[in-house]
């Protein structure tokens, strides 16, 4: 008992400093990255002195999060005369939380078997085994969608609770640019429900790790190329950012539903967009690219297309779960960020069109092209 | 002890979750600004989520969330946000049918206890069962349910076309 308690503060405090250190990472990232793509040399004016030498340590402009973070924190925090003051203070976390919790079902590795990693811990932990992930549900993905229709209601209640033309229509357009692409984001993910049979999470990713046409990796994106094309563009309208950030657009409505909030309250909105880049990476890396797995890996080793083997150590599987992991969330959202900096734009009547008349009918498409072969081939 | 506490913690949350439900429950009944009521409303419902996961349905407790927070309650709350904060029918916190509302309310508990409670079965004796699976929810859903789900959705859209010929009808432009 004492010991699933301990494995499950451990997971619940590694998944919230990873999300925390994205956050922070990306900002950089984001910065750097743009800096990158136009020629420029980017973020580099925050330091630390080493006290007491001239040592200035830049880094490559790694503590601008730091500085954003602490600028933030000690500026003033100013709130207009609102309508509205319990909203407009519950707002924020109403965005930033459910953010959070989504992860709290996305598998971040394989399965942890204590007394395999190191024998002494055999003792304390007996010879049970942990799958890597805090909450084992046979709903994950249901808790998923759950959790991400909630942030829709923080983006609202922050644009109506400010009393300000600019934030309330910021608000109605997150409200029905978020409605319309939740939808098309439940609707690519069926298509894999009905390959995969499950929509327990790690059971996806487990079926992720063998081999389609003899050679190929089971990857959701092998069998579900187009949805996971639909997937990638609906999440990033869900988390309206440019092409799709017309209910921020800074050029119309100064900064849209939260034009009102100022220090670590703009700060918890701005943070929760960064996350969301990553639980987006996250989610499509579990969907559609195999998860914590490389290529032909499973939980005992490698199992290559021509049969032959590899067994690794429990405990190198288990790190190099952990980082295959890692790193494809990271590369998804340099990919989001590149999407960004490549500043394309939509207007807003061409967002919502784009949602009901483009992509809802392809995904539809696919759904149904996809029922229709599985029901031939007799799954 | 730290056993014991452990394998309480269930039940003492199961009794925060239902409290905090019924609390915010009343709250939405006895506040008066539209906004709070919706709010107190989507509190509700995401504790009676809570309440539904610790009973072991989580699929269950996913879609009261997904269905009542992030579908009907997203339409409330942006069918609000375009009220006028300073229509007079926001400055009376209660209607003139509190009391038959209260009266009514009376009997309806009456007539719960005295009809449902007592037929309640009791607590599962023994050892619990598996807990029900999204796999076992999906297999009656589709045989035994398939029906009412159905007519429940045309009831939805007949409400729908129901809603929209109501507003036509002031309407000068037929086009809407």
Redesign the interface.
Known sequence: ??AD?LVSVLFIVYAISVLMGFGTILTWVERKQAAVMADRIGANRAYIRIPGTQVKLVWWGLFHGMADGLKMLVKEDWKPRT??W??YA?APWVVFTPVLLVFAVIPFGGTLHPAHLWAPLAGFFGDKSYPMQIAT???GL??I??????T??GA??A???SSNKFA?LG??RA?SQM?SY?LVLGLTLLGLILIYGT?NLDAMVRHQSGTVLGFLPAWGIVYQPFAATLFLTAAIAENKRIPFDLPEAESELIAGYYTEYSAMKMGLFMFAEFIEIAIIGALFTTFFLGGYNLPYMNDAGFAFPGGGTAALPHGAVVVTQMVTFLAKVFLLCSFQILIRWSLPRFRYDQVLMFAWKFMFPLALANLVITAVVMWALGK | M??TV??SLDTVFLYVFAGCAFLSAALMLFLK?P??VA?AL?SCMVFL?GVYGLLGV??I??????IY???V??FM??A???LD?RDESMKVRYSHFLWPGAVGYVLLVEALTAGIWNDLPGPPRGPAGEPF???AFSEVFLSEYWLHFELTSVLLVAAVVAALAVIRVNRKDPRG
């Open positions: 008992m004492l308690l309508y509205d319990y909203a519950v549900l046979d709903g249901l808790i969608f759950a959790f991400s229709g909630m829709i209601i609202m209640l644009g109506w609770s309330l608000a109605l409200g409605i939740e929509v | 730290i056993d452990l394998a600004e906004m709070r709010l989507i989520g989580h699929f407790a996913a879609f009261q969330v997904l927070v992030g579908a309650m997203v709350v942006y609000i946000m375009l904060p699976s999204l796999k």
